[in-house]
């Protein structure tokens, strides 16, 4: 069974940090490209970075130069660095497997994050 279990969410102020993790299981993970996501309050779930064997990308221009994303495929877990957080980062945070940039499996519980001073 594919499951995911994202944590590290919490209440910054702006201009703080977090660093989201996500262990994932049921399914080859050291070949997998992993993506994370987000979704606001009333929005559509975005891409917001990707995550392949060898290298990471930043999907979302706003937020390119305050993300960064590793992996450790010993413990199964990508994660997603956030530095200078803005308000309009508050969301709910998601990754998934990704095949052809789209998600693969169910979503998991995903990690609230939320900017505000």
């Known amino acids: 069974q594919v499951q995911f279990r994202e944590s590290g969410g919490g209440l910054v102020q702006p201009g703080g940090s977090l660093r989201l993790s996500c262990a994932a299981s049921?399914?080859?993970?050291?070949?997998?490209?992993m993506g994370w996501y987000r979704q606001a309050p009333g929005e559509q779930r975005e891409l917001v970075a990707t995550?392949?064997?060898?290298?990471?990308?930043i999907n979302i221009d706003s937020v390119k130069g305050r993300f960064t994303t590793s992996r450790d495929d010993v413990k199964r877990t990508v994660y997603l660095q956030m530095n200078s957080l803005k308000p309009e980062d508050t969301a709910v945070y998601y990754c998934?497997?990704?095949?052809?940039?789209?998600?693969?499996?169910?979503w998991g519980q995903g990690t609230q994050v939320t900017v505000s001073s």
């Open positions: 049921g399914f080859s993970f050291s070949f997998a490209t």
């Open positions: 998934n497997r990704l095949r052809d940039g789209s998600p693969v499996y169910s």
């Open positions: 995550v392949t064997r060898f290298s990471g990308l």
